[in-house]
């Protein structure tokens, strides 16, 4: 079981999950997937410490009114580097997470000994408009993000009292306040992405219908000097709850070895 | 009691889709059907207005088949040269969903001034669906509709040019030309659905506030928190600052108008209201707050309304012109509400224009002690 805690960053309360030992590695979640330490995030935990925070509006992370833009969560995560004295960090991100980390790294790759992209969104890609979840209702949203819809039972909501369905709409209501319009993507990025220095590895979901591996998995690799691409054929959207061991390994063996390297 | 008739210039059609909003395809809008449509609404618009009624209400809606106004000043600007003494109340138009809000304070700027001084103007947020019809981030719904009414009443109210530096909207000139002829600007009415924030905004600036579609006892309830309000604020509220907005079906017997009520005043409800769920709640449109009220006492969705339970709770009004006139007390004598905004509808435009002439002759009279005041001055401003 991970060690719970709460702390201050920057004057942002947030809730943060640690366990394991080894070199850091940051966890950055993606919509839904806030306070959900499961078998992906143990088996890290078997090589590294895995710190994993909820973003602010999302789980047990209270609403943050002055994140009005992506950068402002890569600021934020910057300042809990700094907050918890880790000078560099394998960083993994997922989906909504993996936009953030992605933000992070071409803002500052020298604080990442790795950089690990699982199905992230937040890039312009031509020929692509992503899939409006915020339009969906829950079956349409499972048939969106998951191949296997099995796996979305880990993310189940575990009732349906008002503090549930409050704490729902407020993990919505932060997602829209940065994910919108435009949906998804920030203009700026994709350019930026360029000044990636860190080893990346993407992590892509054969069958993602949300981020196809073709057009947006393409584009990704292409955009990131060096990145590796990883993909994994019984995975959609989210292949470290569809295939979590592998993903799993993947990661540490990707992480492992960049260690090494430095 | 002062009279309003209400048009939300509907597309009436029968469909299996799962929503009337956004996704519902326009490919079912018939625009010959529309034209007909359109000039006979318009009739009736200024048939109301021969037949007494105080004001004629036009209100902006995007992409459905609920409510084919998507530009409320474009309607608003046929009515004012085609009448001469009636209100003309937009209600309203949706602020935070305009790029740009000085265009709302231009246009009905020159709505007032061509019609020498008949404009209402409201001020909406625009219902949940319309923020997927746009695109505009829900979560910043609020705060743009609190800083665009700033700046629409300071355009209005303020000699230009002027600089105005907000978070959603800029200018280094603001220096609308028109003026508005109403003094100081023209009222501004906020049409809700009676979120704590709203009636509490609008006490203060009092404005007046018109419910919508609302049971009986929730009107009740929010107009007494509205009244409150006023006091808080240090006046108390006139009853031109308390409006509803109640579908009226008056026929020549009870039965005939449950009959017409049963199938086109449910038709709003359960065919022009029904949506998507996901339509209903963007996120961060409502605050977690107001959320947790509803969540706690959940209002029926109006596509599962019956006609039973919608008669039961005061969600519309129909009857002979007698029983019209006691149901009618209640609004009347016991929420003292001042103003009636109502839509009718027969089944077909003669039938309609029938409708408006027994309530205009048989109901009407009965609520004039008010003839002679101006339901206007004063209020909302």
């Not at chain 1, 330490?37 to 973003?55: C, I, K, M, N, T």
């Not at chain 2, 395809?25 to 109301?48: I, K």
């Not at chain 2, 305009?98 to 001020?123: H, K, Q, T, W, Y």
């Amino acid at each position: 079981m991970p060690a719970s805690r709460e702390l201050s960053v920057r004057g942002t309360p947030i809730h943060l999950m640690q366990d394991g030992t080894g070199p850091a590695l940051l966890f950055l979640h993606g919509a839904g997937g806030a306070g959900r330490w499961l078998p992906f995030q143990e088996r890290l935990a078997g090589d590294f410490s895995v710190y994993f925070p909820s973003h602010p509006g999302h789980g047990g992370s209270p609403a943050a009114e002055w994140i009005e833009h992506i950068s402002d969560l890569a600021f934020h995560y910057l300042d809990l580097l700094d907050e918890l004295g880790l000078a560099r960090v394998h960083l993994v991100g997922a989906s909504f997470g993996g936009w953030i980390a992605a933000e992070i790294a071409t803002m500052a790759s020298h604080r990442l000994a790795s950089l690990v992209l699982i199905d992230p969104v937040g890039i312009r890609v031509d020929g692509w408009i992503y899939p409006f979840l915020f339009g969906m209702d829950i079956p349409e949203i499972v048939g969106t993000v998951f191949h296997n819809p099995m796996a979305a039972l880990a993310l189940a909501p575990p009732d349906q009292s008002i503090d549930t369905l409050a704490l729902q709409y407020r993990q919505g209501a932060a997602l829209a306040r940065v994910a919108w319009n435009p949906y998804l993507y920030d203009p700026l990025l994709r350019r930026r992405l360029a000044r990636i220095a860190s080893p990346t590895l993407l992590c892509w979901g054969a069958h993602d219908r949300l981020a196809p591996l073709a057009p947006c998995g393409e584009a990704w690799a292409k955009a990131i000097p060096g990145a590796r691409l990883q993909v994994f054929d019984d995975a959609g959207h989210v292949p470290h709850l569809e295939e979590a061991d592998a993903v799993a390994d993947a990661v540490a063996e990707f992480c492992r070895l960049q260690g090494a390297k430095r | 009691m002062k009279f309003y008739y209400f048009h939300l210039m509907p597309y009436i059609m029968d469909h299996d889709e799962p929503s009337s909003w956004v996704t519902l395809s326009n490919r079912h809008y018939d625009p010959a059907v529309g034209h007909t449509l359109y000039n006979q609404y318009l009739d009736q618009f200024e048939y109301a207005e021969k037949l007494g009624w105080d004001g004629l209400c036009v209100n902006e809606h995007h992409q459905n088949c609920y409510g084919t106004m998507p530009s409320p000043n474009v309607m608003a600007a046929m009515l004012v040269r085609r009448t001469t003494r009636a209100k003309i109340a937009v209600l309203g138009n949706g602020l935070p969903l305009r790029e740009n809000p000085l265009r709302v304070a231009e246009e009905i700027a020159m709505l007032d001034v061509a019609s020498g001084g008949r404009i209402i103007s409201g001020f909406v947020r625009g219902i949940s669906a319309e923020y997927f019809s746009t695109g505009v981030n829900p979560t910043h719904s609020r705060e743009r509709f609190y800083e665009a009414a700033e700046l629409i009443v300071r355009a209005w109210t303020e000699e230009g040019p002027f600089p105005f530096d907000g978070r959603f909207y800029r200018f280094h000139y603001v220096n609308p030309w028109p003026r508005p002829l109403q003094k100081p600007h023209p009222p501004v009415w906020c049409p809700s659905q009676g979120s704590s924030e709203t009636v509490e905004w609008a006490a203060k600036r009092r404005f007046p506030y018109l419910m919508v579609f609302t049971p009986i006892k929730r009107i009740a309830q929010i107009y007494g928190e509205y009244r409150e309000a006023c006091e808080r604020n240090g006046y108390r509220a006139s009853r031109y600052q308390l409006t509803v907005n109640v579908p009226v079906v008056v026929a020549e017997s009870d039965a005939k108008a449950r009959e017409l009520a049963e199938k086109h005043v449910m038709w709003v409800f359960n065919t022009g209201l029904r949506m998507h769920p996901p339509f209903w709640r963007p996120p961060g449109y409502i605050t977690e707050a107001s959320l947790r009220r509803l969540l706690a006492n959940p209002p029926v969705l109006p596509s599962d309304l019956t006609f039973e339970q919608a008669d039961r709770e005061g969600y519309l009004i129909y009857g002979s012109p007698a029983t019209v006139r006691d149901k009618l007390r209640v609004f009347a004598d016991e929420l003292q509400a001042g103003i009636l905004c109502t839509a009718m509808n027969g089944g077909t435009h003669e039938r309609t224009l029938e409708l408006m002439q027994l309530f205009a002759e048989e109901v009407m009279p009965h609520f004039r002690e008010d003839a002679k005041v101006d339901e206007t001055a004063g209020v909302g401003r």
